[in-house]
């Protein structure tokens, strides 16, 4: 309660003072003057006069209209030397004037008032009740982050520099917090003989500290680090000079706090004043075995490369089944917990794992899947190395020799995988797990004509050779039909194969230079996957795997599979983990929905630098353009369209010259004729009735020619008037005759796709790079066509890649309805539970823990 000498009547403050005040952005002025001008009044202090006290019930809010108040906030303090009984220090204490709110950190956690307000001049304030403006947040969660720095505060919650402070004392000191503009690689900071006014954060980017005079830093900071500390790397500059440079190495982007702050500050949290705190990441990169082996001189730069982070509540790290790609180390005094799903898709008990301990190191050379789910404990401290930052560092050491000496566990299965660039056709985020061909068995059975060949070239030779003959002739004449077709069947053998990732399940039949047969479905599709094998099959190890999927359309069938029973495991397994991740990310839905009500969003940048290595697209304009003309006109490196919302195919241009060729072809020669006619009647003086028989030849003849003209013209027009096109939701097939004869139009969303198959059934179609795509969907249209498309490999890629991309967004949707009011009823429990003391939520300990970690 405010406790003033004198006050001003109960006066409304006019309208125009409302317009003024900056936290009303985006609230409907009528609605602020309805809900809150009723209950506000403008009142007076006078110097000395205390506005609020600390601890006290906050029923009223202040802004200032004019004057200064000074703000302090008391808290037990550490137990040091010079303060043994651990009594209240002042961790924050600053003078505020016109334009701020008192009690705004009180208003935004549901706190009592988090300092005391004293009036240092004459003061005058508006007054709201706090009812009120909680009435209008619960309408209007963004008020909340329009009240305080929020982004800025859940920024600072994650720097290790600031690991156990209170959110309170945070979110004062974030308010003296400046935001420098980003600087560009090698700009200055400060020099060594600078006066230390400032500890500065880095955001995002890379520090390097070097000692004056030296080219070599010292010391390389990332993401999330601090530095600033006077005489921090050995400097003699003492408490009166920073002692060292700092410069960036690339874009950096900074945040800076007065020293004198921390240091008040350090009196409750001694941590944050602790220099220690910039060796962290080195000592964490000299201490795992995955670096283990690399050149000691090359680790303090590598420490700089990777993102230093606190995390102060439960967050998931990663989840199973995702692609990985970063390597996450926990460091020592921080706990997180490992769960996983085992071979059958069977959840594991959760698993406590104390650091020092990373994880995903494989994303440092490959790109792998995750294998478990890592959930971080609150107060966590990690380091994440991203690889396309691991990847800089190598192309900046200039040694590609690196990779070869980390020390990372590989999967045995990752051997048979091979790269992204093997596999091109592979979508964003999908990841081969298996590709399997036919058990050798097939191999011999597609060589039996080649072996009966060879076998009937043997006999001929010899019987040539007893006759006194040359063999040759048998060996030009048998065998060497007999090698092509041994060539034959082992490409056909090769081509043909069954391919499980981590989104799908792909089936080829490809017979070389003739035909190109494919069907695929997604995990999510997979209802049961059955094994058959007969006799020979047990006895020889291989046997027929049929995946059930949701569409009408039966199973995918692949024969001679070997060790059939290991693919069927594993498809069961990951279709456990895609359902998991699934519903993973509803879970992540709602907590990050939650997160956003309550203002404690978790924001944890990926990366040290800007861009990095990039795998090239089909319209590279950096390629030559021999290689981009070869992408664009080779099946397997397909142009891609994630860019474009609608997609559009006509049927191929050769469906539509050979149609128009023959006409055109007539049409010249009647063209030809009619000219040739009138040459030979303009040149050759021939008689009345000659001449005008050959009139009206040519008449004839034009009459021909613009009917062919027509008939040409309406075939272009029918070929373009045919359209499939591509949604962000839906498939589309128009079949449309020329002069809005007919139109026929089936449409089916995205949704009801059940299944997609690709057919190229002929030589010159594979040639030409054209065939049919059928879509099977679940819509009362049945399947859809798109006959002789060109380019149908990146064509059935595409709408796999929009299906996934759709699927992902539909559970984000579901868990966005399923959560739709969970925020408004842990709102409403908020309010019904304030009033009941001790049920709020503790935002600043009594006494600070001892942090770990950081020295």
Same mark, same amino acid.
């Given at each position: ?5 004198? @006050? ?20 409907? +002025? ?29 029923? *009223? ?13 008391? *808290? ?17 204490? /600053?003078? &505020? ?19 005391? #307000? ?8 508006? $007054? ?15 008020? /909340? ?69 030296? $080219? ?6 990332? @993401? ?32 800076? =706090?007065? !020293? ?92 406590? &794992? ?32 991203? !690889? ?47 590709? %399997? ?44 039909? $007999? ?6 069947? &082992? ?83 990951? %279709? ?32 040290? =630098?800007?861009?990095?290595? /990039? ?61 040739? $006619? ?100 679940? #819509?009362?249209?049945?399947?859809? %066509? ?5 380019? +149908? ?13 759709? /699927? ?32 709020? &939520?503790?935002?600043?300990?009594? %006494? ?8």
């Amino acid at each position: 309660m405010a406790q003033t000498s004198n @006050t001003a009547g109960n006066a409304v403050p006019p309208p125009d003072i409302f317009a003024a005040m900056p936290f009303w952005k985006g609230v409907p +002025p009528n609605e602020v003057y309805d809900l809150v001008a009723h209950e506000t009044e403008s009142i007076y202090f006078q110097q000395g006069d205390v506005i609020t006290k600390q601890e006290t019930e906050c029923e *009223r809010v202040y802004f200032i209209h004019s004057g200064q108040v000074r703000l302090e906030r008391w *808290r037990p303090g550490a137990v040091t030397q010079n303060n043994p009984r651990g009594l209240p220090v002042q961790v924050i204490e /600053r003078t &505020v004037d016109k334009g701020y709110l008192i009690g705004r950190f009180a208003l935004s956690y549901n706190l009592p008032n988090t300092s005391t #307000a004293t009036a240092l001049d004459p003061v005058a304030a508006v $007054s709201f009740p706090t009812a009120a403006f909680e009435r209008l947040i619960y309408r209007y969660p963004f008020l /909340r982050g329009n009240l305080i720095p929020q982004s800025l505060i859940n920024r600072l919650r994650t720097m290790p520099l600031f690991a156990r402070v209170g959110l309170v004392s945070l979110s004062y000191l974030a308010e003296e917090a400046t935001v420098h503009p980003a600087l560009d690689a090698g700009s200055p900071i400060y020099e060594a003989q600078k006066s230390p006014d400032a500890l500065y954060l880095i955001k995002q980017g890379q520090v390097a500290l070097s000692q004056p005079g030296q $080219s070599d830093a010292a010391i390389w900071l990332g @993401t999330g680090n601090t530095f600033g500390f006077p005489g921090s790397i050995g400097g003699t500059g003492g408490s009166t000079e920073y002692g060292h440079e700092a410069n960036t190495t690339t874009r950096t982007e900074l945040y800076s =706090l007065p !020293w004198p702050s921390i240091r008040r500050l350090a009196t409750r949290y001694p941590h944050v004043e602790n220099p220690n705190i910039q060796n962290v990441c080195l000592k964490a990169v000299n201490n795992i075995s995955v670096f283990k082996d690399l050149d000691p001189a090359l680790k303090p730069r590598l420490a700089g490369y990777c993102s230093f982070q606190h995390i102060p509540q439960h967050h998931l790290i990663m989840q199973q089944g995702d692609i990985g790609d970063s390597m996450w180390v926990l460091l020592e005094g921080s706990r997180a917990v490992l769960s996983a799903l085992d071979g059958s898709g069977s959840p594991l008990p959760p698993v406590p &794992v104390d650091g020092l301990v990373y994880f995903g190191e494989s994303a440092l050379v490959a790109t792998r899947s995750v294998s478990s789910t890592i959930e971080s404990e609150p107060g966590s401290l990690w380091l994440r190395f991203h !690889w396309r930052d691991f990847a800089s560092f190598v192309s900046n050491e200039k040694d590609p020799s690196i990779r070869d000496k980390l020390r990372v566990r590989l999967p045995d299965e990752l051997a048979i995988v091979g790269s992204e660039e093997e596999y091109s056709w592979l979508s964003t985020g999908e990841q081969l797990v298996s590709l %399997t061909r036919r058990h050798w068995l097939s191999l011999l059975q597609k060589m039996r004509w080649s072996l009966i060949g060879s076998v009937v070239t043997l006999a001929g030779a010899i019987g040539l050779q007893l006759s006194g003959l040359s063999p040759w002739w048998a060996i030009w004449l048998l065998g060497l039909p $007999s090698l092509l077709a041994l060539i034959w069947g &082992v490409l056909d053998h090769l081509n043909d194969f069954f391919i499980v990732t981590n989104q799908r399940v792909i089936q080829q039949e490809k017979v070389i230079l003739t035909s190109e047969y494919r069907r695929e479905a997604l995990l999510e599709q997979v209802q049961n996957v059955g094994v058959r094998t007969s006799f020979w099959g047990k006895s020889f190890g291989y046997g027929i795997v049929s995946v059930s999927t949701a569409g009408s359309s039966g199973s995918i069938d692949f024969d001679f599979v070997p060790e059939p029973a290991g693919l069927q495991a594993s498809i069961f397994r990951l %279709t456990a983990e895609r359902k998991a991740r699934y519903r993973a990310e509803s879970r992540l839905e709602i907590q990050t929905a939650l997160e956003k009500r309550l203002g404690l969003v978790v924001d944890l940048p990926s990366r040290v =630098l800007s861009g990095g290595p /990039r795998r090239m697209s089909t319209d590279d304009k950096s390629l030559p353009w021999h290689q981009r003309l070869s992408r664009y006109l080779f099946a397997d490196h397909q142009v891609y369209w994630n860019t474009t919302e609608r997609i559009v195919w006509h049927k191929h241009w050769f469906v539509l010259a050979r149609q128009v060729v023959p006409l055109a072809i007539v049409a010249l020669g009647l063209l030809l004729l009619m000219i040739g $006619s009138f040459a030979f009647d303009f040149y050759q003086q021939v008689d009345q009735v000659v001449s005008q028989t050959i009139v009206g030849l040519e008449f004839i003849l034009a009459f021909i020619f613009l009917i062919l003209l027509a008939v040409i013209a309406w075939v272009i027009a029918d070929w373009w008037n045919d359209t499939y096109e591509l949604t962000s939701d839906s498939i589309i097939d128009i079949e449309k005759l020329p002069l809005f004869l007919s139109e026929e139009r089936k449409e089916a969303r995205l949704s009801e796709i059940q299944d997609i198959r690709l057919n190229i059934s002929s030589p010159l179609e594979m040639i030409l790079n054209y065939g049919d795509i059928t879509v099977q969907t679940a #819509a009362s249209q049945g399947s859809f %066509t798109f006959d002789h498309v060109p380019n +149908p490999r990146a064509v059935k890629e595409e709408i796999n890649r929009r299906l996934i991309e759709w /699927r992902r967004n539909d559970e984000r949707r579901k868990a966005r309805a399923q959560m739709q009011d969970l925020p408004d009823w842990f709102e409403m429990y908020r309010r019904l539970e304030a009033g009941r003391e001790p049920t709020r &939520v503790v935002l600043d300990n009594d %006494t600070p823990n001892e942090v770990k970690g950081l020295s």
